[in-house]
């Protein structure tokens, strides 16, 4: 049995099959986790200088793209790390913070999602009493309430990974993962798996609960042209950030579980990381390009700062 102390150090063991190529995998990621800041960063930056997007919805959508940098630098710098690095060694409290902001960029990101859902139901089911219902203060709880409640999921997870003594070193995947570390402690884990199942049931219920909002949606916006248009331009983004983010987190849950050890480690390592990696990318472009009223206002701001440059 090992003690958790600084000097235990986990070996990632993912980036084996990449060991001669990790210069051109540098560059990529460099590239990817610069694009991902900055395109994230644009969008919270319009919301934050233009009036006009002061609003309930943009706000949410501002908080999802500060989830998705906090989510990509989970990822990002230690791997960069990684890869420029002969050894891939973590030290266990270095893993157990990579895991910590992992499960919080999960937590926050869900909850905001099942938040801004409500915000769609609110907006197109009950659009005279909106203004009334989602208030600066109503806004305000809300997104204290989405941070603090996944700080407190956040918080628990940890500290229940954090207590168990760890029998082996060697985690199968190019970062920290709650999973595979439990699958290395010396003692019984039950319950971190009935925490686990626990997690399950609150964010399997806010899925219900956004199902059944988009349900009433789309039935009141079938009503009129008019309300078709409005779920087009507002919650179609949503509902497909929803999907990405389901579809790119449940292809790490089941192959972590259930997936077969046959698959290459490249093609693992891609299930491990797409939700790490394709949300925050490509969330703040499908607000930036479907919503009209932040892109007129990036193209206004671009604009801007062309002619003074010039």
Known sequence: MENATEEFMFVLNGLNETATNKHIYFGFVLTAYIFTVFINSTLIITIFLEKV????????????????????????????????????????????????????????????????????????????????????????????????????????GGLLT?????????????????????????????????????????????????????VCIIRTSLRSKSGWAKFMQTCLPHMITLINFNVALLFDLFDARYGSNQKSQAIRNFLAVEFLIVPPLLNPLIYGITLTKIRRRIIKICKHSIIAVG
């Not at 060697?170 to 199942?197: E, F, G, Q, R, W």
């Open 53 to 156: 997007l002061h609003e309930p919805m943009y706000f949410f959508v501002c908080n999802l793209c500060i989830n998705a940098i906090l989510g990509a630098n989970s990822f990002y710098p230690r791997f960069l790390f990684d890869l420029s690095s002969k050894v891939n060694h973590i030290s266990y409290y270095g893993c157990l913070i990579q895991i910590c902001v992992i499960f919080y960029y999960i937590f926050c990101e869900y909850t905001s999602l099942a938040v801004m859902a409500y915000d769609r139901f609110v907006a197109v089911c009950m659009p005279l009493e909106y203004h009334s219902v989602m208030t600066p203060q109503r806004v305000l709880y809300l997104l204290l309430f989405t941070w603090l409640f996944s700080l407190t999921e956040t918080i628990i």
């Open 162 to 214: 954090g207590r168990l003594p760890m029998c082996g070193r060697h985690i199968a995947k190019i970062y920290c993962s709650n999973y595979p570390m439990l699958k290395l402690s010396c003692v019984d884990t039950t319950v971190n798996n009935i925490y686990a199942y626990v997690l399950m049931l609150i964010h399997v219920s806010e899925a219900i609960l956004v199902i059944i909002s988009y």
